[in-house]
């Protein structure tokens, strides 16, 4: 008697697990097949050597977020603080607060690799003798990409 309301809630619950590990299944499948239609298109037309080596040469270590991210929380020097930042392929933006702001772009072109950096707003001397600065920059070009390919 105990076995088969036993038996039949066992089975219930394994096949409404296969469902939901189904469903994640199918989701992943179809996000797999959006990244190779994405890849192929890519592809479609061009040099698939070239190709692929512009996508890998994007891919590097220097131009990962957290190298940069590394880069900057070592050249940042004591008495700087960051109250937002913000990082995309092309380009970083950093506002805060510093000891002395003028000197961060020197530091900021040399040590944490970013070029063109400049003050977005001029730096506002505050009453406790610290700066507000709001600083944008554009991050280095870690890989070459081959000539004629298109990024």
Sequence with gaps: MIAFPTSLAI???????????????????GALD????IVQSRL??????QSVGVLLASKTLDSANFALIDRLARSIPDGTFLTEFHISPTAVHLKGRSANAPA????????????????????IREANGGDRFDIIAVREASAAVPEGSKP
């Design 44 to 49: 479609a037309g061009e040099d698939p050597g």
């Design 34 to 37: 959006v990244q190779r239609r």
């Design 11 to 29: 089975f219930i619950g394994t096949t409404a697990w296969q469902a939901l590990a189904q469903n994640d299944f199918d989701v992943a499948s």
């Design 104 to 123: 961060l772009v020197p530091i900021l072109e040399g040590e944490a690799g970013l070029k063109n950096v400049r003050f977005e707003s001029p730096v």
